[in-house]
């Protein structure tokens, strides 16, 4: 596909559920990234991706956030025991990544999840 | 800390001249970025700068002061399909992790 592209694109779901959010990267790209958007904030960086690697996941907010990449493709981000503060949209971004230089970021259209 | 500031709206006419501000505080600086978001759809990257001075793209340009920790992104020609979100957001230490301000809610009025 052209670009990034997030699965499902709405998620409602009750408290204490687990859920999975997908990511497609935009093919080639080695860097994968995902962020969360609140309702008033702006993006915050939650872990990142190197291959199937994730030198920096230091943004998950707590243990019940986990995220993997197989293939150095699709990433999935795990949430378990779902409570009504993660509540908002998940946006996955991919980049060329590598090289110690700053790479853009583009990103999918995001999954919006609402814990009831 | 990081810290990211924009004011959270701004409102211009149609034709005009509109310049959004940010200034940032970070854990060292890789770069800045500016991207455009309408409601309900993904981000999309507007311009970087990592020097000082001013990057023109068409319509859009962006400034640099990294001794003053300032940017702003100006917008000419506004259209309506400009009203959107714009968003700014600076790599510190780390390559990798974007700090995103709040951003921008830019109204474009006939």
């Known amino acids: 596909g052209a670009g990034v592209s997030q699965s499902p694109s709405n998620k409602v779901t009750e408290k204490g559920k687990d859920v999975e959010l997908r990511c497609d990267p935009i093919?080639?790209?080695?860097?994968l990234y995902w962020y969360r958007q609140s309702l008033g904030q702006g993006l915050e960086f939650l872990i990142y991706?190197?291959?199937?690697?994730?030198?920096?996941k230091s943004g998950l907010p707590s243990d019940r956030f986990s995220a993997e990449r197989t293939g150095g493709s699709v990433s999935t981000l795990t949430i378990q025991r779902t409570q009504q503060e993660d509540s908002a949209v998940y946006l996955c971004?991919?980049?060329?990544?590598?090289?110690?230089?700053?790479?853009?970021?583009?990103f999918g259209p995001g999954t919006r999840l609402t814990v009831l | 800390g990081q810290n990211i500031d924009q004011p959270t709206e701004m409102t211009a006419t149609e034709g005009a001249i509109v310049q959004i501000n940010c200034t940032y505080q970070?854990?060292?600086?890789?770069?800045l970025f500016w991207y455009q978001q309408h409601a309900g759809e993904a981000p999309t990257f507007l311009s970087y700068?990592?020097?000082?001075g001013l990057e023109e793209k068409g319509r859009f340009s962006s400034f640099l002061s990294r001794s003053k920790g300032y940017s702003y992104l100006l917008l000419k020609e506004l259209q309506m399909k400009d009203s959107a979100s714009y968003l700014c957001?600076?790599?510190?230490?780390?390559?990798?992790?974007?700090?995103f301000g709040t951003g921008t809610r830019l109204l474009v009025s006939p």
């Open positions: 971004a991919s980049g060329h990544g590598g090289g110690g230089g700053t790479d853009t970021q583009y």
């Open positions: 093919s080639g790209h080695t860097a």
């Open positions: 991706f190197q291959g199937n690697s994730a030198p920096d």
């Open positions: 970070t854990s060292g600086f890789n770069g």
């Open positions: 700068n990592v020097l000082d």
């Open positions: 957001a600076v790599i510190g230490t780390g390559f990798q992790k974007l700090v």
